[in-house]
């Protein structure tokens, strides 16, 4: 299916080579690109992995290959990590002492 200029879109782009990436990164890290997510509007129409140029919301221009129509805003910090729950509630115990009204322990 072809999307109409205007379709807010998300494109990868790679943003070094592997031949540009710095000598210091592990052999498994400087052998691939850099690569990169960018979000905005088709500047033509285009289809799904075609390489189009697209307007960001910040008035910048890109082009990549699209990877994904009308993407969804996502975010998270992640999974619980019971750990981190076990710490939390020690520093409050430490700071404020057993009768913390925020100490779940």
């Known amino acids: 299916m072809t999307y109409p200029k205007g379709t807010y879109v998300k494109i990868t782009k790679d943003i070094l ?3 540009h ?3 210091a990164l592990p052999e498994v890290t400087s052998s691939k690109p ?3 997510w960018v979000k905005g509007k088709l500047l033509r129409e285009a289809d799904i992995n075609d390489k189009a140029p697209i307007e960001t919301i910040t008035g910048r221009f890109v082009q990549g290959i699209i990877t ?3 993407p969804a805003y ?3 910090f992640g999974a ?3 750990e981190l729950d076990i710490v939390r509630s020690t520093i409050l115990v430490e ?3 057993d009768k913390n ?3 779940r322990g």
């Open 21 to 23: 990436r710095l000598d």
């Open 68 to 70: 994904e129509i009308e």
């Open 17 to 19: 080579k592997p031949e």
């Open 95 to 97: 700071m404020w002492g």
């Open 34 to 36: 850099l690569t990169g």
């Open 80 to 82: 619980y990590v019971k």
């Open 101 to 103: 009204v925020r100490h």
């Open 74 to 76: 996502t975010h998270t």
